[in-house]
């Protein structure tokens, strides 16, 4: 997972709103959030899962970010400041939260970019405005958007902006 990010608050979508969703959730896992309540603590689960679909930081996300907030004696404003951010490093910090999958080697670089894709039917005939998304396709990983949702064009052609890259070095050798 990426570090948390800021600033972020009510209504903001996307991948850095999917890694606080993964940092909550963790935290929620492992009950170090709520801990004195399961009851509570089951009922937000369940709610941040159905917003993590979306990757929307919505109520559920909000009242998680308070919790924390209020536990760390931060103010509670339910949006991520720097303050907050720090604070949900610091503690997936410990979690291994960061740490490569399988103690890999560590990223390389990280990059912004852009998926261009273009939808044909089957007679190879261009799809013209048809919603396209891309996901994030780990199957141990919560569906996450790995961009901002596009149209396409009369070519069939869309571009989804705004994906996070990460290239790893697997060879062992210089990157």
């Known amino acids: 997972m990426n570090k948390i990010t ?23 896992e492992k009950e170090l959030l709520l801990a004195s309540d399961p009851v509570t603590r089951a009922a937000l689960a369940e709610g941040l899962a159905k917003e993590c679909s979306s990757s929307v930081y919505g109520e559920v996300t ?28 610091a ?22 970019c852009t998926l261009l894709v273009r939808v044909l039917d089957g007679r190879g005939k261009p799809i013209p405005g048809l919603r396209v998304e891309a996901y994030h396709k780990d199957p141990s990983a919560p569906p996450s958007s790995l961009g901002e949702p596009a149209t396409t064009d009369r070519s069939g052609q869309a571009t989804v902006d705004g994906l996070d890259l990460v290239l790893e070095n697997t060879t062992g050798g210089q990157a």
Do not use: Y
Request: glycine share 10%; hydrophobic share 40%; proline share 7%.
């Open 62 to 89: 909000c009242r998680l970010v308070v919790t924390f907030q209020d536990e760390r004696r931060l103010k509670p404003s339910g949006e991520v400041d720097e303050a907050t951010a720090a604070a949900l490093n």
């Open 6 to 28: 800021f600033p972020l608050t009510i209504g903001d979508r996307g991948t850095a709103v999917a890694d606080l969703q993964d940092g909550l959730r963790r935290r929620l």
């Open 91 to 112: 503690v997936l910090d410990e979690l291994g939260a960061f740490s490569p999958p399988g103690g890999g080697q560590t990223p390389v670089l990280d990059a912004r």
